[in-house]
């Protein structure tokens, strides 16, 4: 008899965009953010080609292409997409579901936005900022904003965690030196490739990115996208990471990445 198993569907990819503000010096602002439940199960690609997209849908644009027979890995379901996972380029996207092969995806459930997966219990104990030891007056504001928020919302403050926020500043500072604006990154792979080569554990895991003249700029950007927002209060998050660097294109490039242990 099949095992019935139940998926929550925590991926979003949801992309932001708004022109340059009148300042000459002020540049766009882009944001996008990226969620993930770290379950799991088989998929293997049935057509010659397969698109897999930012998002569900024809509408966004091709991430990659997986060729007949490839593995992957299947997280979730959107409608008619699968959240899929490809282990061997780092791959992360949506696929029409009737092109992956799934065995035993007998109980899906699909996000409403208004459910989460129950906390786990934290097993290890992170290492957090002694004092405040390394962290810069723009990350310590970009945390009093995101904890402001959850409080506002009924949720617990974030604690930083250095070993996440040396991710982070990693990320933000690979977009800025290889000119890239994307959570796929040429150096390090998906975001959640990038946290276990960085030793880092989770239950759960999120990234945002932004493009900003300032952190506050970056912030409401943020707070305006719902997938963003949600990432920002979500309550199976208890950790996270800050990357800001400055960029020529942008004026800071900025990351957040968000665990649940």
């Not at 109980?107 to 390394?134: D, M, R, S």
């Not at 962290?135 to 959850?150: F, G, H, S, W, Y």
């Not at 990115?209 to 719902?226: D, L, R």
């Amino acid at each position: 008899m099949k095992r019935k198993i139940a998926f929550l569907l925590v991926m979003a990819l949801v992309f932001m965009s708004a022109p340059a503000l009148t300042d000459s010096h002020s540049g766009s602002v882009m944001a996008a953010s990226y969620f993930q439940k770290a379950d799991f199960i088989d998929g293997v690609v049935t057509p010659h080609a397969l698109n897999v997209r930012q998002g569900p849908s024809t509408k966004y644009p091709v991430v990659c292409v997986l060729k007949k027979g490839q593995a992957v890995k299947v997280f979730g379901m959107l409608g008619d997409w699968y959240t899929i996972y490809d282990p061997a380029r780092g791959c992360v996207g949506s696929a029409y579901s009737k092109y992956v092969k799934v065995a035993e995806f007998t109980n899906v459930k699909k996000n409403t936005g208004n459910t989460a997966a129950t906390p786990a219990k934290q097993t290890e104990t992170p290492k957090k900022a002694a004092a405040l030891k390394g962290v810069t007056q723009d990350e310590q504001t970009l945390l009093n904003l995101v904890n402001k928020a959850r409080t506002d919302a009924g949720a617990s403050a974030l604690e930083f965690d250095m070993e996440v926020m040396k991710c982070a500043k990693a990320k933000a500072k690979d977009m800025a030196d290889n000119n890239y604006f994307s959570h796929q990154s040429p150096t390090y792979g998906s975001p959640f490739d990038m946290m276990r080569q960085f030793g880092i554990s989770f239950k759960t895991a999120g990234e945002n990115i932004a493009g900003n003249q300032t952190v506050e700029g970056a912030f409401k950007a943020w707070m305006n996208s719902e997938g963003h927002k949600k990432n920002i209060l979500n309550t199976n998050f208890n950790y996270v990471g800050f990357g800001i660097v400055d960029s020529p294109t942008y004026g800071k490039v900025m990351v957040q990445q968000f665990i649940g242990r």
